[in-house]
């Protein structure tokens, strides 16, 4: 009833502002607005930030994700100009009251330059002029032309060349953003949450580039519509299908192999898109290492889009996703279950639908309802008769949400309601028919997930402008399931649990929530220079427990019930931003602290896999996450790129009542991906339309490692490590160079056939760089320490890419 309340107060509260907005423009007679989309020219998709200035009035506006816009002016006539960057400059004279109720206007790509863009995350000068703090959205255009890992385009690679984005090391799943784990990261291809962003266990992201229309990365001043993490969102929104005509599009690689089509099916209103891709890797395997030549891996996955329009207030999106991933590895080395085997199988599959329908009611108000479905599945098995079993898992996620969003002038108002419900299978382990492996099946876990929000981004005056948002969320742990409570007076372990209450289905057995105020200001210096600062709170129901340091695919997803308590992160951020020559130059500081509540940790020696009380074996805490980042872009001229340097630090601390629920006796340490320094150059240079060059560096502290202290003899027989404080020491630092060359046919020539070679190296001084350090123990030595390499040599590859 507290949720509905706050809940009821919050949506009216919001209206009636909207109203009273509505009603203070409307008592001018003399207020006319000219309001529409921005489109592509052939394509029809929707640009996102493309300017709209008028010369008279000397003020603008820019589009928003849909490419709307909406501008408040008096009768008379004005001239407006359109413009975004990589697209020509479009001008109209329009007079007020307009003879249509929506302006509509389409711009044309710009290929006539040699001065060309390649690299640029926004328009010229958003960088200054948006509120948001530590956004960067990279169209796909940007992406394709860095270096790859054996050719392949890759999303989430991509990132790592941004300040304050790292990984634990190279075929490790996810990513982790300002001190963040990788789970703490909201990730969405078209409002479908992806819980594994990764083919191959980590080595290639799970979004195909030929599907992609552009990557947006928000870790700074999330936007009130965003709940659930506390780290960071990646969202991820495919193309436009094509509105003029069928096309035919693909790749050749050494890893994959890609094919698309996409054109209209009922003229302009209904178009479609599908991408595939499919990789069939054995064959790689058997050039390597005698212990890896008999690894198998392969992985496909499906994007699909339709689109359509009814008219030009209604649009409809249905989206569709699923991949899978397959790899049998000859050993037993990445077991959770104490058998021995002679292979070991894994495999995951994502399947994910999501509609969408955006109304515009009038030339400020429009509605956008959507509906997602989104399914991720894990397995691991062996195949061996005698130990043979299928370890598995499944988290089922349903979505609704509704948003109202008003704009005017200086306002631009979001109101929205979202709920998630989460039905989680953490494990089932299967015998097989004639196996000595026990089955176990875990109790499935039931959420609810609800948040309500609202948001005004209000352009003060020229100088000030700021972003406004509250969040509701409230959390539900559903039954059927089984309370357990423990001993007051003693750590929560097997042996102190005292008694066993179920909750009936349906029955609420445990709630958490709260409000999440959002809040950025800018203040513009001059019109080159601005200083943003933001404060965010944000929450997190659902978490990924492992006690790797590379969670797995099948590593156990964890909702908060009534001893995981959900984690709260407040993070301040500051920024001081700087154009020169005309927006050909960009610079940028920013400066952040986050302060965790409730973060999550593992005891010594905890087994989570199979574990029916997964709260004995983790610890929650505190957790902070500071650090300055550092950018410098170059964004025309034959020659365009950045540099960036980061400083970041994550430190834990673990200081429970009682001693098996402290980690370093209380004391502060860092987080296992805590990497202090990194360093990131990328350079482009095109000297004609057909060639591009490109090369990037990379350079990053080596992530803390646990090194044994001494070891220890079990009667005589057995040696084992000693370890004291956790992650004390780090392994070796990362540094790589990677190069790329593009040969395409002239794209300023209109043919009916487009086509480009792709040749790069990747880690091209062939660095064996460290991906763990670990020790091996004898009788007759005190520990060999021992370094495991991904990449230990120069990585050519071969791509070909064709579009009719």
């Known amino acids: 009833m507290k949720f509905l309340r706050c809940a009821g107060l919050l949506v009216i509260t919001g209206f009636l502002i909207v109203a009273n907005t509505d009603l203070l423009f409307a008592q001018s007679t003399l207020s006319r607005v000219i309001s529409g989309y921005v489109r592509e020219t052939g394509t029809n998709k929707p640009i996102a930030g493309a300017s709209v200035f008028i010369r008279e009035t000397r003020r603008g506006t820019t589009t928003d994700r849909q490419g709307f816009y909406t501008l408040t002016v008096s009768e008379g006539t004005y001239n407006l100009l359109f413009s975004h960057l990589g697209y020509l400059r479009f001008e109209q004279t329009v007079t007020v009251p307009p003879n249509r109720n929506l302006n509509n206007i389409s711009l044309a790509p710009d290929t006539q330059l040699l001065n060309e863009v390649t690299v640029k995350t926004e328009s010229p000068d958003r960088n200054v002029k948006k509120v948001e703090l530590g956004v960067t959205q990279l169209p796909i255009q ?74 947006t990365l928000q870790k700074g001043s999330l936007p009130a519509r965003y ?54 890797n054995d064959f790689l395997f058997k050039l390597g290492p005698t212990n890896i030549r008999d690894v198998k891996a392969s992985f496909y996955d499906l994007t699909t889009k339709l689109k359509f329009l009814p008219n030009e207030r209604n649009t409809v999106y249905l989206s569709g996703y699923a991949s899978n991933d397959r790899m049998l590895l000859p050993s037993d080395s990445l077991l959770a279950v104490d058998v021995s085997a002679s292979q070991t199988g894994f495999d995951y599959q994502t399947a994910n639908g999501s509609f969408r329908w955006t109304h515009t009611f009038n030339e400020q108000l429009s509605m956008s ?10 397995a691991m098995s062996v195949p061996d008769s005698s130990n043979e079993f299928r370890l598995q898992s499944e988290l089922l996620s349903k ?19 979202q709920a998630t419900h989460y039905r989680l299978e953490p494990n089932t382990l299967k015998p097989g028919p004639f196996s000595n492996v026990l089955p176990v099946n875990l109790p499935t876990e039931y959420g609810l997930e609800a948040g309500l929000y609202a948001e005004d981004e209000i352009t003060v005056n020229e100088k000030a402008s700021l972003i406004a948002g509250l969040r509701y969320s409230q959390f539900l742990f559903l039954g059927p399931t089984e309370v357990r409570t423990y001993a007051p007076n003693g750590p929560r372990r097997p042996e102190t649990l005292l008694d066993r209450e179920n909750v009936g289905s349906g029955a609420v057995a445990q709630q ?23 404060y965010t709170r944000t929450r997190q129901f659902l978490q990924l427990v492992t006690n790797t340091t590379a969670a797995l695919p099948t590593s ?30 960009e610079a940028s500081a920013e400066v952040y602290y986050r302060q965790s509540q409730n973060a999550i940790d593992y005891r010594d020696g905890a087994k989570l896999l199979l574990n029916p009380a997964p709260e004995t074996d983790l610890v929650q805490g505190q957790g902070r996450a500071y650090g300055l980042e550092l950018m410098l872009k170059k964004n025309r001229g034959f020659l365009t790129g950045w540099a960036s340097y980061a400083f970041t630090r994550t430190h834990l601390l673990i200081d429970g009542p009682f001693s098996g629920e402290r980690i370093n006796s209380g004391r502060w340490y860092p987080a296992n991906f805590d990497k202090p320094h990194a360093v990131n150059v990328l350079a482009i240079y095109r000297p004609s339309l057909k060639f591009t060059f490109s090369a990037n560096y990379t350079y990053s502290t080596g992530r803390p490692m646990t090194v044994p202290y001494a070891k220890a003899r079990v009667s005589n027989v057995v040696t084992l490590p000693v370890y004291l404080d956790r992650n004390q020491q780090r392994i070796p630092d990362y ?38 350090v670990f020790y091996r123990f004898s009788s007759y030595s005190t520990g060999d320490a021992n370094k495991l390499s991904i990449f230990g040599s120069a990585i050519p590859s071969l791509t070909y890419n064709f579009k009719l």
């Open 227 to 280: 709940g659930g993490r506390t780290s960071a969102v990646l969202d991820v929104r495919t193309k436009e299908p094509d509105a003029e005509k069928l096309r035919l599009s693909g790749g050749v690689g050494l890893i994959s192999n890609r094919l698309g089509l996409e054109g209209p099916l009922a003229g302009r209103k209904l178009t479609f898109l599908a991408d595939a891709r499919l990789a069939l």
């Open 556 to 585: 156990r997803w964890k909702l908060s019930d009534n001893h995981i308590r959900p984690q709260i992160a407040d993070q301040f951020s500051a920024g001081y931003f700087r154009n020169f020559q005309n927006d050909m130059y």
């Open 399 to 417: 979505i609704g949400k509704i948003e109202m969003n008003y704009q005017t002038d200086r306002h631009r108002w979001a109101i929205g309601l």
């Open 369 to 378: 309802v959507s509906a997602v479905f989104s399914r991720y599945r894990s």
């Open 735 to 772: 540094h790589r160079l990677d190069l790329s060359l593009t040969w395409e046919k002239n794209p300023a020539r209109k043919t009916r056939y487009w086509y480009s070679w792709t040749f790069s190296v990747y880690n091209l001084y062939a660095r064996k760089n460290a991906y763990s």
């Open 512 to 534: 958490y929530g709260g409000l999440e105020p959002r809040l950025a200001l800018r203040w513009a210096l001059r019109n080159d220079r601005s200083l943003k600062l933001a």
């Open 142 to 215: 940007s992406i394709i032309k860095m270096p790859a890992l054996m050719g392949e385009v890759d999303v989430m690679r991509s990132l790592l060349l941004l300040p304050g984005v790292t990984t634990v090391g190279e075929g490790a799943t996810g990513i982790n953003v300002r001190g963040g784990s990788v789970d703490q990261n909201l990730v969405l291809l078209d409002d479908a949450p992806i819980y594994n962003s990764s083919h191959l266990m980590g080595f290639f992201s799970v979004f195909n580039p030929d599907a992609v229309r552009d990557v």
